[in-house]
């Protein structure tokens, strides 16, 4: 959920940029990839389109279509960065936890060994007759148990999660992504304030 959120984020600055030189010139500016998540469906699809816009909280304040557009541009961007915060969060003390339990699981295996301690339950019964099975099949029952009774160690979150470069702090960069979303806003009007319609339908 937490990706989700930073995923839908990165989406929406995709549509609003459109333009692969403009995505280019966002990760000059900001350090931060956009294509990390990149389908080519993002950008045609009327319908995702219209639900990652409608999810907004609203189209901030502005005189102009432009100035509307820009300062949206800018919220988006905040709460990508927000977003990226809280799932770096999240992923670190995923790790913390994943660590504790592996060192436990290991410490668990040192302590009791189950192959050793099923050779030496065989090693009783090779002391008096057997009513279970023969060898071979105690041999077969035990290392199914010990199958069983094993504690598989997962990979570790940081390989089983994307991690993402840190995106600038907005107040680095206000300048330049405003420039950018006004070159982005000049290259396609129109879409742009279709995007903005979707925002608007919100309320």
Not at 35 to 60: A, D, M, T, V
Not at 103 to 123: A, H
Not at 166 to 181: E, G, M, N, V, Y
């Amino acid at each position: 959920k937490k990706e989700e959120d930073l995923i839908f984020n990165v989406c929406r600055l995709m549509l609003m940029l459109k333009e692969d030189h403009l995505m280019e010139e966002f990760q000059n500016i900001t350090d931060f990839s956009l294509r990390s998540c990149y389908h080519p469906q993002i950008l045609e699809s009327s319908n995702i389109r219209r639900r990652l816009f409608e999810k907004l909280r609203g189209l901030p304040f502005g005189f102009t279509s432009k100035s509307r557009f820009v300062k949206l541009f800018l919220q988006i961007y905040e709460d990508l960065c927000r977003a990226y915060k809280n799932y770096l969060s999240s992923l670190n003390k995923l790790e913390k936890t994943y660590q504790i339990l592996k060192e436990d699981t290991q410490k668990f295996y040192k302590r009791f060994d189950l192959s050793s301690i099923f050779s030496f339950f065989g090693r009783l019964e090779t002391q008096a007759p057997s009513e279970i099975a023969i060898a071979e099949e105690k041999d077969k029952i035990y290392e199914d148990l010990r199958q069983k009774l094993s504690l598989s160690i997962p990979e570790s979150p940081f390989s089983t999660f994307e991690i993402y470069n840190p995106p600038r702090d907005i107040s680095k960069i206000r300048f330049s992504l405003i420039t950018l979303a006004k070159k982005a806003y000049q290259a396609h009007q129109e879409y742009a304030k279709e995007l903005m319609k979707l925002v608007s339908k919100k309320d």
